[in-house]
């Protein structure tokens, strides 16, 4: 997998979200802030980028994305509830759409192997879109975070598409 679909895929949701004069916000935790990353490799990325979030641990996701702790000790922090708490809890003040990142991609965790990621997008107004990923757990740890912001990033555009 390149990072080059990857830097292709962020210019075009940067192009996207510009012209619907859209704004994000992301949270992320097994890709580690890649995901921002690459839109910030763009020119224009301040006007729809508006913050993000690295949770990695599960005190950050709650104490900076609200996850209440009952969803964290009930389904664990790698799972669609989660995943759709963070893009709720990261776009709660003022962005447009919510992103968000928590999986596996190092040894198995919560019982669940490494390749389970969950992925979701937050829209004010609508039920928040979340799925999930199972990967080949043995790609490399830099192959499965861009193959992780590649999926994410080709929903972002399916969901801009079917929500604006």
Known sequence: MATN????LAGMVLEE???RGLTIS???SCTGGLASSFITDFDGAS????????????????EFLGIPSYVLQNFGAIS?????????????????LGL?????IGEAIEGK??????????VAGRET???ELKLDPNLPREAMKAEIVRQLFITLLKVIEEAF
């Open 5 to 8: 679909e990857v830097n292709e």
């Open 17 to 19: 979200l510009q012209s």
């Open 26 to 28: 992301i949270a992320e």
């Open 47 to 62: 006007e729809v980028l508006q913050y993000s979030v690295i949770a990695y641990s599960n005190d950050a996701k709650e």
């Open 80 to 96: 669609l509830e989660c995943a759709k708490l963070m893009a709720e809890g990261v776009a709660i003040y003022g962005a447009d």
């Open 100 to 104: 968000a990142t928590t999986g596996v």
């Open 113 to 122: 192997l490494k390749g389970t990621v969950f992925i979701a997008i937050a």
């Open 129 to 131: 879109y979340a799925r």
